[in-house]
């Protein structure tokens, strides 16, 4: 451009002074200085054109962001970003329960449970139709039972179905959590067997027994069958002692 400029209207200043700034602008450059003055093209991938650090290299002060800016977390001892990303952003009440279940029996269920309230404790996600208390109940945590007796103050609702038609029992049978199973239908929890939690088939047809069974969950197929056992019993001697009165 300041050549045509020369040309055209004459103009000597403009391109005194590019001439003379060109060449410092080319020996600043890091890349052109690394191709004409340090080697060329055969070793540029052994330097470090733009100043860039390994991983071994950072300091404490030093942040690595991804494209859009975001603080990418290195756990320690890593040679790799985690993938991981910080945000500033507060996550949804249906994202910290999806979250809660991706991560399986070793999740952190305290996020889930310091975010329940008597107004969401029924909530269901949008596209499943998954409750807290579904969740909790096929999660296998340590700390699921004593999560879902919180629960059972706050008023979840056992009972409730998602999109497949299985309500908790069907949650704890299919993926093997005895312990819950044990507290859905227990009497000193949520009582299952009288409300009918063990009864109900999803749209498959099957009861949470048969998925108990189907999915080999020995342990959780003993709970309900002994649940049901029990209460039988009992019923039969209530009948007996009205009949005898």
């Known amino acids: 451009m300041t050549v045509g400029l020369h040309m055209w209207k004459g ?64 756990k320690k001892g890593d040679t790799k970003p985690n993938k991981k990303i910080e945000s500033g952003a507060k996550k949804s009440f249906e994202d910290v329960i999806l ?43 340590k700390e699921a039972v004593s999560a879902m007796k919180e629960m059972k103050k706050l008023g979840a609702n056992p009972a409730k179905v998602d999109q497949e038609g299985w309500n908790a029992l069907h949650w704890a049978a299919f993926h093997g959590s005895a312990d819950a199973a044990k507290y859905l239908v227990d009497k000193d929890g949520f009582d299952g067997i ?32 002994e649940a049901v056992a029990s209460s039988s019993g009992q019923s039969g001697a209530d009948e007996g002692l009205r009949k005898r009165k």
């Open 194 to 225: 009288a409300i009918g939690l063990h009864e109900l088939t999803d749209k498959e047809g099957k009861t949470p027994l048969v998925h108990a069974r189907d999915e080999s969950n020995a342990d959780v197929a003993k709970v309900i069958e």
């Open 11 to 74: 103009m000597i200043v403009g391109l005194a002074i590019q001439s003379i700034m060109t060449p410092f602008n080319l020996v600043e450059n890091p890349l052109v200085s690394a191709l004409i003055f340090k080697g060329g093209f055969s070793n540029l991938k052994e330097k470090k054109v733009f100043g860039e650090k390994t991983r071994e290299e950072l300091g404490a002060t030093d942040e690595v962001t991804d494209a859009a800016g975001n603080t990418i977390v290195l």
């Open 99 to 141: 979250d809660t279940w991706d991560l399986g029996a070793d999740a952190d269920i305290a996020p889930l449970m310091a975010a329940l309230n008597k107004s969401n404790i029924n909530y269901a996600t949008k596209e499943n139709g998954w409750t807290p208390i579904m969740i909790m109940s096929g999660l296998g945590a």
